[in-house]
């Protein structure tokens, strides 16, 4: 099937405007090194009454459709529930987050957004601990390659693991992109891989970062950036999507096979979804026969949670509670995106086991469609409405502050790790 660009025009606009602004903000990472670290500070506890439950069969988030190993319960089906400790960290005591995810220090009042813990459905999540992470984890290496919803991840974690090691870093690319760092006292290593189609891509942008051509994509080239350091990783997390929906020229073989969105080229409009299912499979096939002896997880897409629309922009995605069952529907173009995660991850997964190879899905999709209230949305910016009460920006519904939701994704993790 092909999906037509204008349908998905508005989606688009948001995605492009935030990812290819994170681009060039890597440099405002700096700016954040030798602030005050210290312990969390223990936020004030809202009272929150309801459990909030992700819906069990909504055709096109089920996690059904991949059980889990006998015996162990599917930690993606569950429910957000009210906790009264907040997180471990605060913009206070970490130092690695940047200023567009820096919820509190951007002006958001609201905190009970803090307050929720994922609970699945028949058995425990713990918090994740640390010291015993690390513990676990000792002389080993973790990376997430992506774009940047998992340099939102990785600066989760190292605000969580620094809580006990600082990070130290190690390795930056020219445009802080690609990072790395090491946990000192536990010889851990942690790197984040910009690589936001997993294959090679070449991305034209001016210094705005606004796009000045068409995308080239290689199809059938993975991503030497990641490639390249694959063996040496122990853990690595893939996760993409968000940037295939942009104008983008398609090539195979180094020939011009067709394009998504190019109206001004005489070229066959191939569809996003077309490419990315392609792309998914090269990278599949290339874990299936890797020989890795450690975990590759792939992380389901994230959910863009543009809510009152465009116009509305100042007031997007100001909730301040999770969504309840069945409240928010999966934006279309995730639903593409998902759809092809699972078909293709479902094929690669009994050839993975057959070859030996430790291949995990991270469902992250369902328990994040209920975190509308997760998002910077105005806060992305320093005290939005301080000159306007109705400010012309664009807010920031994808991303997640920090602290916030996305640091359960690395709760999920740990145990998928611990319990094999
Ligand atoms: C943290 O957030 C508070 C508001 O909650 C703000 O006053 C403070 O400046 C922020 N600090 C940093 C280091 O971001
Ligand atoms: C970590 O590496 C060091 C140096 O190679 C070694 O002495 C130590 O036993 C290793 N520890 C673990 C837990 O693998
Ligand atoms: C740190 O871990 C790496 C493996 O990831 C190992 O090669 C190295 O020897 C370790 N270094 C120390 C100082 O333990
Ligand atoms: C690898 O990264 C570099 C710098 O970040 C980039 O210029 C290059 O296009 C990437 N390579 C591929 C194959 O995508
Ligand atoms: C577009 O391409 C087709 C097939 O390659 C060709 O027949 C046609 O003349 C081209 N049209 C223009 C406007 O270049
Ligand atoms: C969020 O925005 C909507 C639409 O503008 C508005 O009606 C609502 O009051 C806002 N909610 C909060 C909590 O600010």
Same mark, same amino acid.
């Given at each position: 099937?092909?999906?037509?660009?204008? *349908?998905?025009?508005?989606?688009?606009?948001?995605? =492009?405007?935030?990812?290819?602004?994170?681009? !060039?903000? +890597?440099?405002?990472?700096?700016? !954040?090194?030798?602030?005050?670290?210290?312990?969390?500070?223990? &936020?004030?506890?809202?009272?929150?009454?309801?459990?909030?439950?992700?819906?069990?069969?909504?055709?096109?988030?089920?996690?059904?459709?991949?059980?889990?190993?006998?015996?162990?319960?599917?930690?993606?089906?569950?429910?957000?529930?009210?906790?009264?400790?907040?997180?471990?960290?605060?913009?206070?005591?970490?130092?690695?987050?940047?200023?567009?995810?820096?919820?509190?220090?951007?002006?958001?009042?609201?905190?009970? *957004? &803090?307050?929720?813990?994922?609970?699945?459905?028949?058995?425990?999540?713990?918090?994740?601990?640390?010291?015993?992470?690390?513990?676990?984890?000792?002389?080993?290496?973790?990376?997430?390659?992506?774009?940047?919803?998992?340099?939102?991840? =990785?600066?989760?974690?190292?605000?969580?693991?620094?809580?006990?090691?600082?990070?130290?870093?190690?390795?930056?690319?020219?445009? *802080?992109?690609?990072?790395?760092?090491?946990?000192?006292? *536990?010889?851990?290593?942690?790197?984040?891989?910009?690589?936001?189609?997993?294959?090679?891509?070449?991305?034209?942008?001016?210094?705005?970062?606004?796009?000045?051509?068409?995308?080239?994509? @290689?199809?059938?080239?993975?991503?030497?950036?990641?490639?390249?350091?694959?063996?040496?990783?122990?853990?690595?997390?893939?996760?993409?999507?968000?940037?295939?929906?942009?104008?983008?020229?398609?090539?195979?073989?180094?020939?011009?096979?067709?394009?998504?969105?190019?109206?001004?080229?005489?070229?066959?409009?191939?569809?996003?979804?077309?490419?990315?299912?392609?792309?998914?499979?090269?990278?599949?096939?290339?874990?299936?026969?890797?020989?890795?002896?450690?975990?590759?997880?792939?992380?389901?897409?994230?959910?863009?949670?543009?809510?009152?629309?465009?116009?509305?922009?100042?007031?997007?995605?100001?909730?301040?509670?999770?969504?309840?069952?069945?409240?928010?529907?999966?934006? =279309?173009?995730?639903?593409? !995106?998902?759809?092809?995660?699972?078909?293709?991850?479902?094929?690669?997964?009994?050839?993975?086991?057959?070859?030996?190879?430790? &291949?995990?899905?991270?469902?992250?999709?369902?328990?994040?469609?209920?975190?509308?209230?997760?998002?910077?949305?105005?806060?992305?910016?320093?005290?939005?409405?301080?000159?306007?009460?109705?400010?012309?920006?664009?807010?920031?519904?994808? @991303?997640?502050?920090?602290?916030?939701?996305?640091?359960?994704?690395?709760?999920?993790?740990?145990?998928?790790?611990?319990? +094999?």
């Amino acid at each position: 099937m092909l999906y037509n660009w204008k *349908y998905i025009h508005k989606f688009n606009y948001i995605v =492009v405007k935030l990812g290819i602004s994170i681009l !060039f903000v +890597g440099l405002a990472f700096r700016l !954040f090194y030798g602030q005050s670290t210290g312990f969390s500070q223990v &936020l004030k506890t809202p009272s929150v009454e309801n459990t909030h439950t992700s819906p069990p069969h909504v055709d096109s988030l089920s996690s059904d459709e991949i059980p889990p190993p006998q015996g162990k319960c599917n930690l993606f089906i569950g429910d957000w529930i009210p906790k009264k400790i907040g997180p471990i960290y605060t913009n206070e005591s970490c130092s690695f987050i940047p200023e567009y995810q820096n919820c509190m220090k951007n002006g958001r009042q609201d905190t009970g *957004y &803090l307050y929720w813990r994922w609970n699945p459905r028949g058995c425990e999540l713990p918090q994740l601990d640390p010291k015993r992470f690390l513990g676990l984890m000792r002389n080993r290496s973790w990376a997430f390659i992506g774009d940047s919803i998992s340099q939102n991840q =990785v600066n989760s974690l190292l605000c969580i693991l620094s809580t006990v090691d600082k990070a130290v870093e190690v390795y930056h690319d020219e445009g *802080y992109k690609s990072r790395r760092w090491v946990f000192p006292s *536990y010889n851990v290593s942690l790197s984040v891989i910009w690589s936001p189609f997993l294959a090679e891509a070449h991305i034209f942008g001016d210094s705005n970062g606004v796009l000045t051509s068409e995308i080239e994509l @290689h199809l059938d080239k993975l991503d030497m950036n990641w490639t390249k350091l694959y063996k040496s990783l122990d853990y690595v997390v893939f996760s993409s999507g968000l940037w295939f929906d942009r104008s983008s020229i398609y090539y195979e073989k180094n020939t011009v096979l067709g394009c998504n969105y190019c109206p001004k080229r005489n070229l066959t409009e191939l569809g996003f979804d077309f490419a990315y299912r392609k792309v998914l499979r090269n990278v599949f096939d290339y874990i299936v026969a890797s020989h890795h002896k450690g975990t590759i997880f792939y992380r389901t897409t994230t959910p863009n949670h543009v809510e009152n629309g465009l116009s509305n922009s100042g007031k997007m995605c100001n909730r301040t509670e999770p969504a309840r069952e069945g409240e928010v529907q999966l934006p =279309v173009m995730n639903k593409i !995106f998902r759809k092809i995660e699972l078909e293709e991850f479902q094929k690669a997964s009994t050839r993975a086991s057959e070859n030996g190879i430790n &291949l995990k899905l991270f469902d992250v999709t369902p328990l994040s469609l209920l975190r509308i209230d997760g998002h910077p949305g105005p806060y992305r910016f320093f005290q939005p409405f301080a000159e306007d009460k109705n400010p012309k920006i664009i807010g920031d519904c994808l @991303h997640w502050c920090l602290p916030g939701p996305i640091d359960s994704w690395s709760d999920l993790l740990m145990e998928m790790v611990i319990s +094999g």
